[in-house]
Every structure is written in C-alpha cells, then in structure tokens.
C-alpha cells in the first residue's frame, strides 16, 4: 500500500490529523487495536477549558472551541454544551489564578453556592469562573473526524500495529500487522506509545512518559443537577462535575505508568469517594463505571509536534497530557499546515513553542 503521510495511531490525534490532512494528500492512519480510540482518547473527561494549561494550551484550546462549535453546529445533533468551571479556593488563591487567566471572574462565597449548592460553604472563600468552558461529546468528535477523513479519501487501518520500519529511498517502508506501507511521511501520533516508535524508526526519543489518570461515575443520594457546573480546588487535587443524573468524579492522580490497558486502582477510588463526601452534600451511594487512562507528555508538560531534525519524513504529533481533546481541532491543523509547508507567518511562533527541537527537549 502506498501512501504519501502515514498516521501510527488512531486516536483522537491521528483521527483529527487525517481529517486535516486528507483533502490535500493520500493519507493511511494504522491503528494497532481492532478499535479505534480504544486507550486514552475514550478515557478523558471530555472538556474543553480555555483557562486550563500554560499559554500555548490556552490559544490552542480558544481555537479548537471556534473549530467544533462550527462541526457541532453542522451535526444533526450538538456536541458541544457548556460546562462553567468554578474553581474554589482561599481569596488569596482566587487572586493569584485571576491575576494569570483574563477569562476567569472572581465569584464571592454566596454566588458560588448559587451556582453549586451542594459544596459544602466552610471549605472555600470565594471561587474563580470559566464561564467559557465546554463539554463536548468526545466519542461524536472522533467519528466526525474519522468519518470526513475517510470521505475525503483516507484509509485508516484497524488491527495493524507497526512493527518494524526501514528508511527508502523516499520515505520509509512500514510493516502494520499483514500491510506493508510506504510512505515519504510518517507522523507518529501513538500516544502512550510514542516514544517506542521513535525508537523504531531510529528517532532520538523525547522522554514522553504516560502517567496514569482515573475517572468514576458515582450516583448519588441527593440529586444532581445536570446542568450545574464542574467543581474544582485551586490546587487541583480532584474534581467533579455532573455527568446526566450521575456525577462524574477524579482523584487528579498523576502517576508515571507503562504505555499499556491503564487499570484502575480500586484504592484510589474509595479515597476518592471519601474526599467528594467531605466537599459536596451529595452523598455518593456507589460507582456506577470507572475507568483509568494514560497522560503522556514531556518534561515541559507541552505536546511535541513538528518534523524530527535527525530523521527526514519522521514528524511527531505526540505528547498532549490532559489537553489532547480540547486541543485536537487546532493541534490537528497546525500539524497538517506544517506537513503541507504552508505554515501561515503568524503561527511560527506557537510551532516553534511545541518543536521536536526546542530546548531542553
Ligand atoms: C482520566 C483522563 C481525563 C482526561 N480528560 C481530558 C479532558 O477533559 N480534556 C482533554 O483535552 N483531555 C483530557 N484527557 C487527555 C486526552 O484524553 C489525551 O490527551 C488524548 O486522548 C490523547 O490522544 P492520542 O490520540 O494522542 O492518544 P491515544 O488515544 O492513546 O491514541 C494513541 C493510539 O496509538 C496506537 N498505537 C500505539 N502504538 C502503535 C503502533 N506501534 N502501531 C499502531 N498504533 C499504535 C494506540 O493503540 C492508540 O490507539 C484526559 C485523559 C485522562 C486519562
């Protein structure tokens, strides 16, 4: 099979690149599982927080949230809604978070029990809101992402891990499960993984390293509301947020795992519960699903994205830690601009902040 961008991974990366990069070139996505999305990109959250991440995060995540407000509207059905977040702390931590997100307003203690009446009122001051931020339907955005892709003539590959790779004369020549594949681009978009295909392709690897994350929806005594907004501590250290009658819940874990099926710890679930007990006048009666996903990124906590300078063909779309949905639209764009050599002026700047060669990488 012949193919001039060949995408390792069919995760919401590799998906959203495909529908970026296919009505301009022969694109073929490998994805090692029988299903696509099946690690980290069916595990998240599912927000889009423009006040979450350092600076390159915040600019990618404004635009994504232009870009699938503009999918949503064109679906016959929405998938995009908003989420406020509201972030609860001391007036000095409250400052401290205004001072660096423009977007965030200060909220004084009795309209942060307006906007959440089940927190408990003595374990916060005041609050910080996002009144920008979405929740968007994840599993809907990656089959609009891979469905386009296909319409505009992609060939995305289930069942085919990539294995072995050797350089050509014009590219390389990948062996996915029982596909051979050449190609004069490969992107490696593999996730958790990343690393290890680097290393495949004699790519210096970038210390992408995933750290495991897990989620549980809990019912609860008292009832949710569903629109209410999603509920966190300055200092990040869980969050909640309702997910239809039930609420959505995560101890924030961030702890450095092995690329694989992540597992949840049943021990940090019920530590979990106990902490939203102690916060919310919900009272948790038990676990409706929970599951657990892989963060991976870099040192620097950026995405890595760009060609690679020691291998020609060899360009990276890795490293989105716990930003990979609400940045797809964008990140996928931005990739696919670079791919095609037609990077506008205005957006050097952003690249060169997510490069494969920046320093300290
Ligand atoms: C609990 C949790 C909550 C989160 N919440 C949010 C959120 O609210 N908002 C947000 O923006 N982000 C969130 N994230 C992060 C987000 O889910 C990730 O950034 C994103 O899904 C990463 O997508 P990906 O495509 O890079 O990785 P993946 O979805 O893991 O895809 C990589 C794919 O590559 C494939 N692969 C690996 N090696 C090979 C190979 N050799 N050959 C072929 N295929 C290969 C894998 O099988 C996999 O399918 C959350 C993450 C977690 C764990």
Known sequence: MDAQVLVIGGGIAGLSLAWALAPHTRVVVAEAE???????????????????????????THRSIA??????????????????????GTAAEVARLLATHSQLQRVDHAETLRLSPDVRPDIFQEAALDGTAMEVDVPSLIEFYRS????????????????????????????????????????????????????????RPRGLVPHRRSVAIVSTREPVNPSGPMVEPADESYYYRPDGEHLLISPCESVPAEAGDAQVVQADIAQLI???????????????????????????????VGFDAGVPGFFWLAGQ?????????????????????????????????????????
Not at 40 to 46: I, M, Y
Not at 165 to 192: K, Q, S
Not at 290 to 301: K, Q, V, Y
């Open 34 to 60: 029988e299903t696509l999305a099946h690690h980290t990109s069916s595990r998240s959250a599912r927000q889009m927080q423009p006040s979450y991440g350092p600076a390159a995060i915040q600019e990618l």
């Open 274 to 304: 106990h902490r939203i007990d102690a916060v919310t006048t919900l009272g948790i009666s038990g676990v409706v699903r929970s599951w657990t996903g892989l963060r991976t990124h870099p040192a620097d906590g950026l995405p890595v």
């Open 148 to 203: 386009r892709a296909v319409a505009a003539g992609a060939v995305v590959l289930t069942g085919a891990p990539v294995a072995s790779a050797t350089a050509t004369d014009g590219g390389f020549e990948v062996v996915a499960g029982e596909h051979v594949i050449t190609a004069a681009t490969v992107v490696n978009a593999a996730g958790a993984w990343a690393d290890a295909v680097a290393a495949m392709f004699g790519v």
């Open 321 to 361: 830690g716990g930003y990979g949905i609400q940045t797809s639209a964008a990140l996928a764009t931005l990739a696919a601009r670079l791919i095609t050599g037609q990077l506008p002026g205005e957006d050097a700047e952003l690249a060169a902040a997510l490069s494969p060669q920046r320093p300290g990488l």
């Open 67 to 88: 870009m699938v407000r503009d999918i949503s509207g064109a679906l016959a059905a929405p998938i995009l809604a908003p989420r406020p977040l509201l972030t609860l």
